[in-house]
């Protein structure tokens, strides 16, 4: 018996394993945006990291924050990028793997085809968009209400930026606004 379950198991694997197709690396179930972050703007995206994280033992990969900023209208939305190496987190706080462990995916640039059947939002046009600021928060608000990943796609980015063949996406999350927290 033992003999046949034994020869099941390894017929299945040598019939389904190359037929099995990868998983793609974009999902059709995540929230997309493009930007072209800027430094310091008045209206705009910018962002932000600092490469003296990439020497820190709390980082796989540094964080990259991106800022959508209104000054006209008084607007500030935080999208932010954190990948902590889990062991040296765990010896702080519990590990949370959605919030902890995000990911930059980079890969082949024909990827857009696939991303831009999900309409994704270019973020300036989203800011501009906002008529108070407060509508600005109700729109944060519910990015996260929808509990989907999110994936940011910055054309200041070097490697979307040059016209290449591969295309670099930031997993982000809202992080913070300017709401007051009373």
């Known amino acids: 018996m033992r003999t046949l379950l034994l020869f099941a198991f390894f017929c299945s694997m040598t019939f389904t394993a190359p037929a099995a197709e990868p998983q793609p690396r974009v999902k059709g179930d995540a929230i997309y945006f493009y930007c072209t972050s800027r430094t310091d703007p008045d209206e705009g995206v910018e962002r932000g990291e600092n490469p003296a994280n990439d020497n820190d033992p709390l980082y796989v990969h540094r964080p990259i ?17 954190f990948n902590y190496n889990p062991v ?39 800011l501009a968009s906002f008529k108070t600021k407060e509508e600005s928060w109700a729109w944060v608000d519910s990015l996260r209400m929808t509990g989907k990943q999110i994936y940011l796609i910055d054309w200041s980015d070097p490697v979307n930026g040059s016209g290449g063949t591969e295309l670099k996406l930031i997993q982000v999350r809202p992080t913070l606004t300017n709401r007051p927290s009373y």
């Open 65 to 81: 924050f991106f800022q959508m900023v209104s000054k006209t209208k008084d607007i500030y939305i935080d999208f932010a990028f």
């Open 88 to 126: 040296e987190l765990s010896k702080t706080r519990p590990v949370i793997p959605a919030k902890d462990q995000m990911e930059i995916v980079t890969g082949p640039r024909t990827m857009l085809r696939f991303i831009n059947t999900f309409n994704p939002i270019t973020l300036e046009n989203k």
